[in-house]
């Protein structure tokens, strides 16, 4: 596996194709939804498969917390441990700029892939984009 740390102006039409197939084609967001200002201000994780894109998430910082979001594996490479590797090298570049507390908005019928990684709910389950989520926390 190959890791890259993108910014916005590095271009991450790659990233955006994944989290097209992802969310737009299998969850059917809204693609004006799902691409957003927040790329700008993210720093974007990129796993290759031999050369290939298989999977993304991306990690940011907002009136002092900071949020990951928008994980994402491409179907044929689910169950590999590449969701897993892209949470942990995200928190691992969170903690480095000082975060000590990393927020997700998880999808609620995935809440256990992050609680396996020490995430906790806290709050009440919301709707974003038309599917139930729900906040979780984890010191790092």
């Not at 700008?40 to 298989?54: A, E, R």
Request: glycine fraction near 10%; charge should be neutral; aromatic fraction near 10%.
């Amino acid at each position: 596996m190959e890791i890259k740390f993108l910014t916005y102006d590095d271009g991450i039409e790659d990233v955006f194709r994944i989290r097209e197939k992802v969310f737009v084609e299998e969850q059917a967001v809204p693609i004006e939804e799902e691409i957003d200002a927040t790329d700008k201000i993210s720093t974007h994780i990129l796993i290759f498969d031999k050369g290939i894109p298989v999977g993304t998430g991306r990690v940011f910082e907002k009136n002092g917390k900071w949020y990951i979001g928008r994980v994402a594996v491409i179907n044929e490479q689910r169950g590999k441990g590449i969701g897993k590797l892209i949470m942990k090298k995200l928190m691992g570049f969170a903690n480095k700029r000082g975060a000590k507390r990393i927020f997700i908005h998880s999808q609620t019928y995935i809440c256990d892939f992050y609680r396996n990684l020490g995430f906790t709910e806290h709050g009440s389950e919301f709707m974003d984009a038309g599917i139930p989520h729900i906040e979780m926390h984890k010191d790092i």
